[in-house]
T-cell receptor, first 111, second 116 residues
Framework: LAKTTQPISMDSYEGQEVNITCSHNNIATNDYITWYQQFPSQGPRFIIQGYKTKVTNEVASLFIPADRKSSTLSLPRVSLSDTAVYYCLVGREGGYNKLIFGAGTRLAVHP | EAGVTQFPSHSVIEKGQTVTLRCDPISGHDNLYWYRRVMGKEIKFLLHFVKESKQDESGMPNNRFLAERTGGTYSTLKVQPAELEDSGVYFC??????????????FGPGTRLTVL
């Protein structure tokens, strides 16, 4: 399974756009990129998943360049409630994946 | 629709005692996973059920841990006897099982286990 690297922490302010980049140099052809969010005292929560180019949902956007060796999670206009740990994971198509969590990125949003 | 639920939310036991954690997956989800985070470490996979069968138990730390999923519904994870290093948060997740894309896992809130 592809190893991922992402910043340990980031700081932002309310109303700003936040971009968290994840490196996955050894991503395989049939791997998908998934981002999870975790608040204190809660389990991880699925945010978004993509294979290539751009994916957008009501929460975030995911940008994946053509070589797929990195991806960027974009959170538009963050609020205090977006303070959480964000995990980038890579898993293969076909389901039945055990998720390999790294340390994640601890995002702190300030007033 | 109810999400993944776990019971208890907290458990404090003494070393050598037995503890049983329970997970109720989302209705209709055949896949059930157990993960845990011990203090200061990353979330680690423990095992995976497909219905009542253990598909992958490569993450189970030792034979003091026993997971079951009788009938393919809820699952239990028993630790017997508990050791200090078993302290941490135990998460359960479930998923439907898909063949396109990866299978999204939905996590419960976790059970915080403290072994004294």
């Amino acid at each position: 399974l592809a190893k991922t690297t992402q910043p340990i922490s980031m700081d932002s302010y309310e109303g700003q756009e936040v971009n968290i980049t994840c490196s996955h140099n050894n991503i395989a052809t049939n791997d998908y990129i998934t981002w999870y969010q975790q608040f204190p005292s809660q389990g991880p929560r699925f945010i978004i998943q993509g294979y290539k180019t751009k994916v957008t949902n009501e929460v975030a956007s995911l940008f994946i360049p053509a070589d797929r060796k990195s991806s960027t999670l974009s959170l538009p206009r963050v609020s205090l409630s977006d303070t959480a740990v964000y995990y980038c994971l890579v898993g293969r198509e076909g389901g039945y994946n055990k998720l390999i969590f790294g340390a994640g990125t601890r995002l702190a949003v300030h007033p | 629709e109810a999400g993944v639920t776990q019971f208890p939310s907290h458990s404090v036991i003494e070393k050598g005692q037995t503890v049983t954690l329970r997970c109720d997956p989302i209705s209709g989800h055949d896949n059930l996973y157990w993960y845990r985070r011990v203090m200061g470490k990353e979330i680690k996979f423990l095992l995976h059920f497909v219905k009542e069968s253990k598909q992958d138990e490569s993450g189970m730390p030792n034979n003091r841990f026993l997971a079951e999923r009788t009938g393919g519904t809820y699952s239990t994870l028993k630790v017997q006897p508990a050791e200090l290093e078993d302290s941490g948060v135990y998460f359960c997740a479930s998923s439907q099982g898909r063949t396109s894309g990866t299978d999204t896992q939905y996590f419960g809130p976790g059970t915080r286990l403290t072994v004294l």
